[in-house]
């Protein structure tokens, strides 16, 4: 890790390569995170009341 | 949003509910993040590229440090001439009419003169033509001193930094007290004297870090670690390892017009107070955000909310 | 004591508000609305269970002293895992962020958990920042001659001297995670007494709308 960062650099963008994996990662974690299901049942689940 | 939406949107739940154990939650969290963190420490450490000493500086671009040296003494360093809250020099940075470093006066002052050079030389002892010099420059009045300092700071831009090449003139003692200084900071006694101006406890590298930016030494070295503003530096970190990558709003200003336009247009001067508002806008922003017609209507508009529900709207007939 | 007595007592009148805004059924319940499952939902205590590691590693650089990890490999360890957890912090942070704007879970009354989540976020940046000021090592010197400008520029450099390392390491390890701390707990608590915000079309029903 101590070695010279590769950035990518793409007009008056630049970035390194790590943070880059990490922008990417955010992104990826909120996909998953909304289309991975949840696990447990719901058959578990109490039914409240006053709602249908 | 309608009244009695939101009277029953803040009312206690009524509906189904389900099992959730919000502790083992938080111990299970607390387990898997300390069990990562532990992971990538060992696989990749941490950065630490080792600070410059005033000593490296000097044994490493001994030029570089001299022709500084007599920046410092002549006043046209970047310090020098820097303004407030450091000195009088000049009136700054600015926000159209607005001058709030100025108005918020020298809280740190800072002497170049004396601080940097004069004052560490009076701690050490110094060969004979040095201590000579010394005399010299204090039994004289701050005019002869500032016409000396400037002749050869002029002299020595000229020569492109080569004292052998710079002409005789009417320096006064300004080569030898820069070059008693480039001896003290090889043997390495200055970094201890500048921090320290004659005290015992000190703990405020002001001076220190001021100096060493006047010199381009310093900038070299962050250049080739890409950590210049001008090339989101802000983002980066030394080595390969990640930065603070939650700056980016605020690097981003920087990279593109008016605020690149360098010193010579307002915004470009002035870039870094105009960022500092415009940063400090965005964050009281998004601290309202709810408050803010239109961006608050985007999640109405943009269902990702029925991702994060879908169970529950599928159960529901939502 | 009689009963009007009680009443205008100040410590009863907290205990009284106190039980009403947030029993301890409602701090540590043991169901939540059926709606709560998604993962989005982790990202709270994930960024909670970050800032521990933090607070835990950080106390232990703090015992040893700012310059501790350069020459001790324990010392490199216990700082690897101080850097690392604040990019977790980070990244968890904003991805609770995202989510919590998309479900527009300020709704119901719940704008200031919201206000106090991004004042969180906003110190957490400070508290970073002045972190990386006393790392003792080049990347320091250099964020603290670059910064500096930023600060002077609108006249902040006069009460908060980046360059100043003494200041610095009190404001990171003391002032900072103590402000960070007590917003990040009132945020917290918020949402325990407010509970967990509805899904947006949970009451169309109610309200005669359809779909
Ligand atoms: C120090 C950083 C933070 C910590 C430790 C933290 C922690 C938490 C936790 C544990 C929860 C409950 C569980 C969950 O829904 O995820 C929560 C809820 C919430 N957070 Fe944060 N948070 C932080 C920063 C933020 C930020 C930056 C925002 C947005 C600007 C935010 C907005 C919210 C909102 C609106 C809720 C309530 C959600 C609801 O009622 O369903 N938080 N937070």
Redesign the pocket.
């Known amino acids: 890790m101590n070695l010279k960062a590769v950035y990518i650099h793409i007009g008056w963008f630049q970035m390194s390569v790590t943070n880059l994996i990490i922008v990417i990662g955010m992104v990826v974690l909120f996909g998953l995170a909304l289309t991975l299901p949840f696990p447990g049942n719901s058959k578990g689940n109490k039914k409240g009341k006053g709602r249908k | 949003m309608n009244d009695r939406r939101s009277e029953l949107e803040a009312a206690p739940w009524s509906g189904r509910t389900r099992r959730y154990d919000l502790i083992k939650e938080g111990v299970a969290a607390l387990v898997v993040v300390t069990i990562a963190t532990v992971a990538l420490s060992t696989l990749f450490g941490s950065p630490d590229d080792k600070q410059i000493t005033f000593k490296e500086w000097a044994v490493a671009a001994p030029a570089d440090f001299y022709a500084t040296t007599v920046q410092e003494l002549a006043g046209s360093s970047g310090t020098g001439g820097y303004g407030a809250p450091y000195n009088t020099a000049s009136d700054g940075v600015n926000l159209g009419p607005l001058h709030l470093a100025k108005l918020m006066g020298v809280t740190h002052p800072v002497d170049t003169v004396n601080d940097f050079v004069i004052t560490p030389l009076t701690t050490v002892v110094n060969s004979g033509p040095v201590a000579d010099a010394l005399k010299q420059w204090q039994s004289s009045d701050s005019k002869t001193q500032a016409a000396w300092a400037t002749n050869y700071d002029n002299a020595l831009t000229k020569a492109n930094q080569d004292a052998t090449k710079v002409p005789s003139g009417n320096y006064g003692p300004v080569p030898q007290l820069s070059g008693g200084l480039l001896s003290m900071a090889q043997a390495g006694s200055l970094d201890g004297a500048l921090l320290s101006q004659g005290n015992y406890f000190q703990s405020d590298n002001t001076k220190q870090t001021l100096f060493m930016g006047d010199g381009s030494y310093f900038n070299d070295q962050s250049t080739a670690s890409n950590l210049q503003g001008s090339t989101w530096g802000m983002m980066n970190e030394t080595g390969r390892y990640p930065g603070q990558a939650w700056l980016w709003l605020y690097s981003f200003w920087y990279q593109i017009p008016p605020f690149n336009n360098g010193d010579s247009h307002p915004f470009g001067a002035n870039a870094d107070a105009w960022i500092m508002v415009i940063m400090g806008a965005l964050s009281l922003g998004?601290?309202i955000?709810p408050l803010i017609p239109g961006v608050r209507s985007l999640p109405y508009k943009i269902k990702i909310h029925r991702l994060v529900w879908k169970n529950y709207y599928q159960e529901e007939n939502l | 004591m009689s009963i009007m007595q009680e009443k205008e007592m100040w410590t009863s009148k907290l205990r009284k508000s106190w039980q009403k805004t947030l029993p301890v059924e409602k701090l540590l319940p043991d169901t939540q609305p059926a709606y709560v499952a998604s993962w989005?939902?982790?990202?709270?205590?994930a960024?909670?269970a970050s800032?521990g590691v933090i607070i835990a590693s950080g106390i232990v650089l703090a015992f040893e002293g700012a310059s501790w990890y350069h020459y001790s490999n324990v010392g490199h360890f216990i700082n690897s895992m101080h850097f690392w957890s604040v990019q977790f912090?980070f990244v968890f942070?904003?991805v609770?962020?995202w989510?919590?704007?998309w479900?527009a879970?300020?709704r119901g009354r719940?704008l200031l958990?919201?206000?106090?989540?991004?004042v969180?976020?906003v110190?957490?940046i400070a508290t970073a920042f002045t972190g990386y000021l006393i790392q003792t090592n080049f990347d320091s010197q250099w964020i603290s001659y670059e910064a500096k400008d930023g600060f002077n520029s609108v006249g902040i450099g006069s009460r908060f001297n980046v360059t100043n390392f003494g200041q610095m390491i009190l404001l990171h390890v003391a002032f900072l995670p103590i402000v960070?701390g007590v917003?990040?707990m009132i945020?917290?608590l918020?949402?325990r007494a407010?509970?967990?915000?509805p899904p947006i079309d949970a009451f169309n029903a109610e309200l005669g709308e359809r779909k």
């Open positions: 998004l601290i955000m | 989005i939902y982790l990202f709270g205590v960024t909670l800032l912090f942070m904003v609770h962020l989510g919590k704007f479900m879970a300020w719940r958990t919201w206000i106090t989540g991004a969180a976020f110190a957490s960070l917003i990040t945020h917290v918020m949402v407010k509970g967990v915000v």
